[in-house]
């Protein structure tokens, strides 16, 4: 490994870091946690979603994916519903009060997520949008 491929390994984690640090701790002012934001977040701009499908679109192992789900359930912020045409599938959707949650911290947390890149103008955050996907297909 190249001088510079070390060096970028380490600030690319070193950013990583801060920036989940950041997100956590925004999200955690909402009480829940960020997988669980990250479901609803989900559910609240695509809509109702095969549970069996939401852990794959927000990097959840399935087993880990019914849990959140569980507590969501339990919370008031997500239903479970049956499937008519095929009843081993089960969607997952945001309750009013899932909604009503979304529709109050999305925009502030959207606002915290602005704040952590205002230093960088519109095409740093192309470019930088860019580079990470070609990092990410190198997998």
């Known amino acids: ?24 701790k925004d999200m955690l002012k909402y009480g829940v946690n960020p997988t669980e934001f990250a479901v609803m977040e989900l559910l609240f701009s695509k809509g109702r979603q095969p549970i069996q499908h939401i852990g794959n679109k927000i990097l959840l192992a399935s087993s880990s994916t019914t849990y959140v789900i569980d ?7 997500v239903n479970r519903i049956s499937c008519i045409e095929d009843k081993r599938i089960t ?49």
Do not use: C, W
Request: aromatic share 8%; proline share 1%.
């Open 1 to 24: 490994m190249g001088n510079d491929s070390l060096k970028l390994l380490v600030v690319l984690l070193k950013a990583s870091g801060t920036v989940n640090r950041k997100v956590k």
């Open 71 to 77: 507590k969501l359930v339990e919370k008031g912020f």
């Open 91 to 139: 969607y997952g959707e945001l309750s009013a009060k899932g909604y009503e949650f979304m529709n109050k911290s999305f925009p502030q947390h959207r606002e915290t997520i602005d704040e952590m890149f205002e230093h960088l103008t519109y095409e740093e955050k192309e470019e930088a949008i860019r580079l990470l996907k070609k990092i990410g297909l190198g997998d």
